[in-house]
């Protein structure tokens, strides 16, 4: 199934509901274009909810991490959440989680936000 990337605005946090998989290919580049679109709007919290997401590949990974890189070269900033098993057990072993703010569930990360200065 392709990737699916829905968005809704919760306060000034951009929630950005992802269906499908992420691998290499046009998954990778709907990501990174959408990423680039909430940044060029001028968001600057965004949360990834991945919960949904059933596969992803090395490539995905990458995206995201590219995508973490983009944000915070425009002083925003990217935080996971809902992780499935199989993707926070991938984040873990790339050692990926101590890069990304990972959190339960959606609102969690909204809330998260609003708790940073």
């Known amino acids: 199934m392709p990737l699916n990337f829905s ?10 509901t992802l269906k499908g998989t992420i691998i290499g290919g046009g998954d990778t580049e709907v990501l990174m274009k959408r990423v680039k ?3 060029d709007a ?12 059933n596969y992803m590949d090395s490539t995905g990974i990458g995206t995201l991490f ?4 983009a944000a915070a070269n425009k002083g925003a900033a990217i935080k996971l959440a809902n992780l499935t098993k199989r993707t926070h057990d991938i984040l873990q072993v790339t050692r990926l989680s101590e890069v990304f703010a990972i ?3 959606p609102e969690k990360a909204v809330a998260s936000f609003a708790a940073e200065p």
């Open 7 to 16: 968005t809704a605005k919760v306060d000034s946090v951009v929630v950005a």
């Open 42 to 53: 001028g968001e600057t919290k965004i949360v990834l909810d991945l919960g949904q997401v």
């Open 37 to 39: 679109e909430l940044l």
């Open 66 to 69: 590219r995508a973490a890189a």
């Open 103 to 105: 959190l339960d569930d």
